[in-house]
Structure formats: C-alpha cells, structure tokens
Nanobody
Framework: QVLLVESGGGLVEAGGSLRLSCAAS????????MGWFRQAPGKEREFVAAISWSGSNTYYADSVKGRFTISSDNAKSTAYLQMNSLKPEDTAVYYCAASRGEPDWWDYEYDYDYWGQGTQVTVSS
C-alpha cells in the first residue's frame, strides 16, 4: 500500500507561481511512474504531467507545457509540480497519482494505482 499526500495548493493571482508536493509513504517507488492530474469544477479529471521515478522521462499536457515542471526527489520520496505563469483556467483540485511500474499510457488515469486526496489550486484573474 502506498499513501500519497499532496500539499502546496492555495490562492494565487494570475501570472503567479505555486509548487505542489506529493509525499509518498509505504512501498518503495522503484520502477514507479508518478503523475499529476487535476479536476476543475464541473469538469472531468485531466492529465497534467507525469514522470518516471528515475526522473529520466517527463510528459506534459499541451495546456501546461512550458509553464509547469514535474520533478522528483527519490531521497525524500516526493514528487513536485512547479507551476509558473498560472492562469485562471488552471484552477482545479490537483491530484498526485502513482503507478506500479511505468504506466502503459502516461496520461491515462486508469493506469495509475494510488491517488492522493488532492490539493486546491485557485488562480484569480
């Protein structure tokens, strides 16, 4: 069993930045994939970014490419999502997710096995 806990969300003005953290506990994350998803009010959950636990491969949704950066710190068993140039449309609950081994599809939510509780990000105009 893997427990994921997100933190770092909050209220920020458009153009600002936030860094989300996802702390993992439980089983080792070797050969795991880690992803960030988000769900805006009234919208379906969507893929944001993903990273192999080794950090050698990263993937981004087109909507956040160039603005968001995913990273991981294996020593701390933590993944991060640095969000810059935030826009009101980035407002959502952000979820951290982990997969046993690398997922078949990095942007497919059902390929992930563990989920955090979510952290709210609100971007004002």
């Amino acid at each position: 069993q893997v427990l994921l806990v997100e933190s770092g969300g909050g209220l920020v003005e458009a153009g600002g930045s936030l860094r989300l953290s996802c702390a993992a506990s439980g089983r080792t994350f070797s050969s795991y994939g880690m992803g960030w998803f988000r769900q805006a009010p009234g919208k379906e959950r969507e893929f944001v970014a993903a990273i192999s636990w080794s950090g050698s491969n990263t993937y981004y949704a087109d909507s956040v490419k160039g603005r968001f950066t995913i990273s991981s710190d294996n020593a701390k068993s933590t993944a991060y999502l640095q969000m810059n140039s935030l826009k009101p449309e980035d407002t959502a609950v952000y979820y951290c997710a982990a997969s046993r081994g690398e997922p078949d599809w990095w942007d497919y939510e059902y390929d992930y096995d563990y989920w955090g509780q979510g952290t709210q990000v609100t971007v004002s105009s």
